[in-house]
Nanobody
Framework: QVQLVESGGGLVQAGGSLRLSCAAS????????MGWFRQAPGKEREFVAA????????RYSDSVKGRCTVSRDNAKNTVYLQMNSLKPEDTAVYYC??????????????????WGQGTQVTVSS
């Protein structure tokens, strides 16, 4: 098992930026593909971004591509999501997740075995 703790969420005006962090412990961090998901009230949890074990490959949902950048620092056991040009529709609880498989950059919730508790992002108009 790997334990994940998100941080960095908060209130921001439309057009602003936030940097989310996800700290991992309990297993070798570099073994995991890491994903970011978000969930708004009354809506399903949706894929945002994923990054390979080495950080060499990334994948983004169409809704955030060009505005968000996922990165990782394996020495710090941390994955990041830099969010720019934020929109009110980005408002959600953001979760990080870990996938032990190699190369898939999975977009489905079922593809990830470990989840953090989430951090709230609220974007005002």
């Amino acid at each position: 098992q790997v334990q994940l703790v998100e941080s960095g969420g908060g209130l921001v005006q439309a057009g602003g930026s936030l940097r989310l962090s996800c700290a991992a412990s309990g297993r070798t961090f570099s073994w995991y593909t890491m994903g970011w998901f978000r969930q708004a009230p009354g809506k399903e949890r949706e894929f945002v971004a994923a990054i390979s074990q080495s950080g060499a490959r990334t994948r983004y949902s169409d809704s955030v591509k060009g505005r968000c950048t996922v990165s990782r620092d394996n020495a710090k056991n941390t994955v990041y999501l830099q969010m720019n040009s934020l929109k009110p529709e980005d408002t959600a609880v953001y979760y990080c997740a870990a996938d032990l498989r190699t190369g898939s950059l999975e977009q489905s919730v079922s593809g990830y075995r470990s989840w953090g508790q989430g951090t709230q992002v609220t974007v005002s108009s």
